[in-house]
């Protein structure tokens, strides 16, 4: 398994690499000192290198939504004619080496053993996995991984639909003496906006995703009326982690600062150019 260093899980190294790619590839070609441009060109290739290499979900999409958005940003420097040159053949170049090695290993996407390994060995929050009981899910099959864990999240939403079990509450749904006594239990459905639903209420869930749409729409207005690479830079963040919220929940190495992103471009800005 990919190392995760202090991020926590490989799922939550991912989400920070993604950050970090975006960032890096906007920067390079904006960043006039050369040799802080060449760091971020080798970020570049780095960050998107290990975005893909985490092999999880949130990986493999964020990687597609992040060359969507550089390969855009490509063209429309073509079509405005700007003299800075694009590093998107290095974001290709990092995704392409990760795509290749992981095709020699044998693809796999390992979502449903990150979350266990996280959830139950380092954080000693879920229930121990166990293939033993009735309806055991299969973790290797990312296709029942995440309807099993959002299904935990309907139960308890068909019953608190309202006010929410409480916060940090979202096991005890599911316990009824130790963590043993419940295998396959989860502390959370790794999906933002079932997790707020669930715990604090359908209302703070709706105000989330509200918060997070206005945000990215918000983020895109502002990088389409200024010229500096902050603005797409920040706007990609926020578009992308209101996608990936459905197959990911906040962890406090990695979540703060995506939020610092987003409620940066929940401001309007003005581009200093043209202040």
């Given amino acids: 398994m990919l190392p995760s260093g202090t ?26 000192n050369g040799f802080f441009s060449l760091i971020h060109k080798a970020a ?31 063209f429309r420097g073509r079509k405005a004619e700007k003299k800075e040159g694009s590093p998107l053949l290095l974001l290709i170049t990092g995704m392409a080496a990760a795509y290749a090695y992981i095709i020699i290993k044998g693809f796999a996407v390992y979502d449903g053993e990150v979350i266990w390994t996280d959830g139950c060995v380092r954080l000693a929050a879920f229930g121990q996995y166990s293939t033993s009981i ?33 916060p940090d509450a979202f096991i005890f749904a599911e316990r009824r003496g130790t963590l043993n006594d ?36 918000n983020g895109v207005i502002s990088a389409a009326k200024n010229r500096n690479w902050i603005f797409r830079a920040g706007a990609v963040i926020a578009v992308f982690y209101t996608v990936t919220a459905v197959i990911t929940n906040s962890t406090a190495s990695v979540t703060p600062f995506i939020w610092f992103i987003m409620g940066i471009c929940c401001c309007t800005l003005k581009d200093e150019e043209k202040a």
Avoid: C
Wanted: charged letters at 10%.
């Fill in 134 to 166: 009735e309806g055991a899910v299969n973790i290797h099959d990312i296709k029942a991984v995440y309807p099993y864990l959002w299904g935990k999240a309907y139960s308890i939403i068909d019953q608190f639909g309202i006010t929410g079990i409480g």
């Fill in 44 to 74: 570049v290739v780095g960050a998107s290198f290990f975005l893909v290499k985490t092999q999880t979900l949130i990986g493999y999409t964020g990687s597609v939504l992040i060359l969507a958005a550089g390969t855009a940003d490509y």
């Fill in 7 to 32: 991020a926590g899980s490989p799922a939550s190294l991912a989400t920070f690499m993604a950050a970090a790619s975006v960032t890096a590839y906007f920067s390079a070609a904006g960043d006039r």
């Fill in 182 to 217: 419940v295998p396959l239990s989860v502390d959370r459905p790794y999906n933002e906006y079932l997790y707020y639903a669930a715990t604090y209420g359908i209302p703070a869930a709706v105000s989330l995703a509200a918060a997070f749409f206005y945000s990215s729409a």
